[in-house]
């Protein structure tokens, strides 16, 4: 009796809209990734924004509006990832609570349950334990809030970065503190997100790394100006680029897409 393959989970894709409309190779290394771990990758054209800025502004008619699109365009898929912490904690941590008391609880919640984050979801789910990457250098890893809070994304990227041959991880202090980008906030408040994001620049500047690294786009988008306007030299890339080998071209902010 022939046996049968088995079949691979099927993901989609969440690219985010920083990603699309500035960085779309961390999109292409998400894919490469969830392929070398064993999935079939589609990334639907329906998605749109997760609703976040809204939701932060206290918009709730349209972030609700902007989830049901979401829901229906990945409840179909066996997972759902997102390279990014914040936008993978609005779609697992948030939306269950805009559809609370709602017709629609049941099945914002099933959907929820299937969002991971990039990292988390290759090491917590699919068991990832290494890449087959090479970074010569050292980086630095930054902590964004929504992963590290909402999501307890901290070791995973950590782990996988180990296996990345010739890269050094050096820790910079206070890794964990925001960088002031905070999506809505950094434009409401910039006297204190500029503030924030100072105190980040020197901490990095500090650890001497060549590199620095974080899974959210709109984090290392925020720190690369700081850096850039400060006239250091220290490169910013999306954690995804590095782990998929992605990383020989323009790093963000230094033009080039």
Same mark, same amino acid.
């Given at each position: 009796?022939?046996?049968?393959?088995?079949?691979?989970?099927?993901?989609?894709?969440?690219?985010?809209?920083?990603?699309?409309? $500035?960085?779309?190779? %961390?999109?292409?290394?998400?894919?490469? /990734? &969830?392929?070398?771990? @064993?999935? #079939?990758?589609?990334?639907?054209?329906?998605?749109?924004?997760?609703?976040?800025?809204?939701?932060?502004?206290?918009?709730?008619?349209?972030?609700?509006?902007?989830?049901?699109?979401?829901?229906?365009?990945?409840?179909?898929?066996?997972?759902?990832?997102?390279?990014?912490?914040?936008?993978?904690?609005?779609?697992?941590?948030?939306?269950?609570?805009?559809?609370?008391?709602?017709?629609?609880?049941?099945?914002?919640?099933? $959907?929820?349950?299937? %969002?991971?984050?990039?990292?988390?979801? /290759? &090491?917590?789910?699919? @068991?990832? #334990?290494?890449?087959?990457?090479?970074?010569?250098?050292?980086?630095?890893?930054?902590?964004?809030?929504?992963?590290?809070?909402?999501?307890?994304?901290?070791?995973?990227?950590?782990?996988?970065?180990?296996?990345?041959?010739?890269?050094?991880?050096?820790?910079?202090?206070?890794?964990?503190?925001?960088?002031?980008?905070?999506?809505?906030?950094?434009?409401?408040?910039?006297?204190?997100?500029?503030?924030?994001?100072?105190?980040?620049?020197?901490?990095?500047?500090?650890?001497?790394?060549?590199?620095?690294?974080?899974?959210?786009?709109?984090?290392?988008?925020?720190?690369?100006?700081?850096?850039?306007?400060?006239?250091?030299?220290?490169?910013?890339?999306?954690?995804?680029?590095?782990?998929?080998?992605?990383?020989?071209?323009?790093?963000?902010?230094?033009?080039?897409?």
């Amino acid at each position: 009796m022939k046996q049968e393959t088995p079949q691979k989970p099927r993901v989609g894709l969440f690219v985010t809209c920083l990603v699309d409309l $500035f960085r779309p190779t %961390v999109g292409f290394a998400a894919v490469k /990734l &969830v392929e070398e771990a @064993g999935c #079939e990758v589609e990334v639907p054209m329906a998605q749109t924004c997760c609703g976040q800025p809204a939701y932060n502004s206290g918009d709730r008619e349209d972030a609700v509006a902007i989830a049901r699109t979401t829901i229906e365009t990945f409840e179909d898929y066996d997972y759902v990832v997102a390279p990014s912490g914040s936008c993978a904690g609005m779609l697992r941590k948030h939306y269950p609570a805009l559809f609370k008391g709602d017709a629609w609880e049941a099945r914002a919640a099933a $959907f929820s349950a299937r %969002v991971h984050e990039l990292t988390s979801f /290759l &090491v917590d789910v699919m @068991g990832m #334990e290494r890449v087959s990457a090479a970074h010569v250098g050292s980086v630095t890893y930054h902590d964004s809030c929504s992963g590290l809070r909402e999501l307890g994304i901290a070791a995973q990227p950590r782990r996988l970065l180990s296996s990345v041959e010739g890269l050094e991880l050096r820790e910079m202090k206070d890794a964990d503190v925001c960088c002031g980008f905070g999506g809505t906030f950094c434009v409401k408040y910039s006297d204190i997100s500029n503030k924030i994001v100072e105190e980040k620049a020197a901490n990095i500047a500090a650890s001497g790394a060549e590199t620095l690294l974080a899974g959210d786009l709109g984090c290392l988008m925020n720190m690369a100006g700081k850096l850039q306007r400060q006239g250091n030299a220290v490169r910013v890339r999306h954690v995804a680029e590095v782990l998929a080998g992605m990383d020989d071209g323009p790093a963000i902010g230094e033009g080039g897409r």
